[in-house]
């Protein structure tokens, strides 16, 4: 295929591409390169993983309307199932504060309007119509803070000291853990006999 590119338009090429530029632009340009450097429709196809016909199309979009055409998106989004009024209903009924998950909205779509929405959809469309999700905490955030420092000494009124630790059962001192310390003199008779493995 013939197709050659001037000085002026490799430039152009060259400056968008060191600008910030989507990666579906980014495809178009490079594909722009390589076939003027002379690698057919099919090389340039499988180094960007696209099909041959989208790299004649860019081709065709490039000759017909020029350099700007190429550099333009026509992607459009899916319009969603609900329709204007059915989306400001619904965003009055979570402006009143009814709504706790996702999943309860999920359950008010298909009673109200019969529209099945996977969970992850109702989140998606929440976040797309502006609502904002804020997890209640359970804390209470004024606490009394006479009955934390009560309770604060009490606890550090029965804390056993750095190198002292209290026994379970009684208040007799142990010794700190990582020591040991045979019961039995060593060299007697028990103390050999009375190992167990």
Known sequence: MDFSLDQKQRRAILDQLRSAVSSKIQ???????????????DDVAALLFVTPRCVRDWLR????????????????????????????????????????????????????????????????????VGCSYHQVSGFLFKADHDKQQAFVDKYRADAPGPREKKDATSSTRVTPSGVWRPSIPVGSCEANGSTSA
């Open 61 to 128: 979009i490039f000759r017909n309307k020029g350099f700007e055409a190429v550099l333009v998106l026509h992607y459009k989004g899916d319009a969603g199932n609900l329709t204007p009024s059915q989306l400001d209903r619904l965003k009055s009924e979570v402006a009143t504060g009814r709504f706790h998950c996702a999943r309860q909205v999920q359950t008010y779509l298909l009673d109200v309007f019969g529209l099945d929405y996977s969970l992850s959809g109702v989140k998606r469309l929440l976040h797309r």
């Open 27 to 41: 495809k178009r340009l490079y594909a722009m390169l390589w076939l003027d450097e002379g690698k057919s429709v």
